[in-house]
């Protein structure tokens, strides 16, 4: 099949992507393996590149970086005025925040930003009843669900302009653990996917809550990694500052099966299947480094044991040597 991908080929079908543009022509596994993400890059040539995301974060191959320091969030504890307007738009579940004015900007800085970015909207990426659905890894290990915050330089006017440099926009990725009890913070959006289960359906939500109510302890954010990468759905442009927290955030197993049971993507024809494991797989590293914050664990299991074991082997040691003879 390969060697009958004549050049005039595949300008052809360069020419029907254009043309159709990518909204219709991607999907995940579980609407049709065939436009899923392993035949992105043959649908936008970016999804193949070098620096793509999202990636398994190895914690024992990271470098620590003493820059990394507390990232600086603004607005993030204010709830924003305005409609908080929930909307399932085909691939995941998304709520738009830049509808605010510029006084009521939510934004971060510091943290190694070199700049400012502006919160664009957040959605998540999940699995399915039996399995975990987070798009990074740590160590391997994939979580049951992920949140994602974009955000944009503000050096830049447009997305469209932002997605143009490789500082253009910046994400905050958090994975969740499963908890016993509710995570009452998470009840609004929870409630509020019922209305919105067909694909293109939104909802205003009843009340409104600043965005730190859905993270972990603002306190424990300064423990995060850092890599460059891509968007994660096409065209998966490589212009992310990723941010990606050591912290989890917790969800009950009754709110997260809510996400799994409730949508639906968008139909194909008669057929309407249910929005489950709308992520994209780990993309290889290709060399590029994945930096701890000064906070951030870097390491687990045996590499840790060794670090506090070796102090305790040499007080045991030193104490053998001075004891009484
Ligand atoms: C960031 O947000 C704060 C508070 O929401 C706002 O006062 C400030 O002007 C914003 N900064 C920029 C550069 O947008
Ligand atoms: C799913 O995530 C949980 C963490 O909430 C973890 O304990 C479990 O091992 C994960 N399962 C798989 C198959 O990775
Ligand atoms: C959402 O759906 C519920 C029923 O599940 C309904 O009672 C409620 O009025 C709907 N809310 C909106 C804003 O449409
Ligand atoms: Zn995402």
């Known amino acids: 099949m390969r060697m009958l991908r004549l050049p005039g080929i595949t300008?052809?079908?360069l020419a029907f992507v254009i043309q159709a543009g990518t909204a219709g022509t991607w999907c995940y596994d579980s609407q049709d393996p065939k436009c899923g993400p392993l035949h992105w890059k043959d649908i936008m040539i970016t999804c193949g590149g070098e620096n793509q995301s999202p990636i398994n974060i190895d914690r024992r191959k990271t470098q620590r970086d003493r820059n990394l320091d507390e990232i600086l969030f603004e607005g993030y504890d204010q709830a924003p005025p305005g409609r908080w307007r929930l909307i399932n738009d085909g691939h995941s579940v998304v709520m738009n925040l830049d509808g605010a004015s510029a006084a009521d900007q939510i934004n971060i800085t510091k943290g190694g930003l070199q700049d400012t970015y502006r919160a664009l909207s957040f959605h998540f990426h999940w699995g399915d009843l039996s399995r975990n659905g987070s798009e990074h890894t740590v160590d391997g290990q994939q979580y049951p669900m992920e949140l994602h915050i974009v955000h944009m330089n503000t050096k830049y006017k447009t997305i469209t302009e932002a997605k143009g440099h490789p500082?253009?926009?910046a994400v905050l990725g958090f994975l969740f653990k499963v908890s016993d009890a509710d995570n009452t913070?998470?009840?609004?959006?929870v409630t509020g996917l019922r209305n919105i289960t067909r694909a293109e359906d939104y909802v205003e939500l009843a009340s409104t809550f600043s965005l730190s109510n859905l993270l972990p302890n603002?306190?424990?954010l300064s423990k995060y990694?850092?890599?460059k990468g891509s968007l994660t759905t096409p065209n998966c442009e490589e212009v992310v500052q990723w941010t990606v927290f050591e912290e989890n955030i917790p969800i009950s197993k009754t709110q997260l099966n809510a996400f799994v049971n409730t949508l639906y993507y968008k139909s194909a024809g008669t057929t309407s299947l249910k929005m489950t494991n709308n992520f994209r797989p780990p993309q290889p590293l290709h060399g590029r480094k994945v930096y701890a914050s000064r906070d951030a664990t870097v390491?687990?299991?045996?590499l840790l044991a060794v670090n506090h074991l070796f102090p305790l082997l040499l007080a045991v040691l030193i104490g053998q040597l001075s004891g009484p003879s």
Request: glycine residues 10%; charged residues 10%.
């Open 167 to 169: 500082n253009g926009l």
């Open 225 to 227: 990694y850092r890599y």
């Open 185 to 189: 913070n998470y009840n609004t959006i």
């Open 299 to 302: 390491s687990r299991g045996s």
């Open 218 to 220: 603002m306190a424990l």
């Open 11 to 13: 300008f052809l079908t």
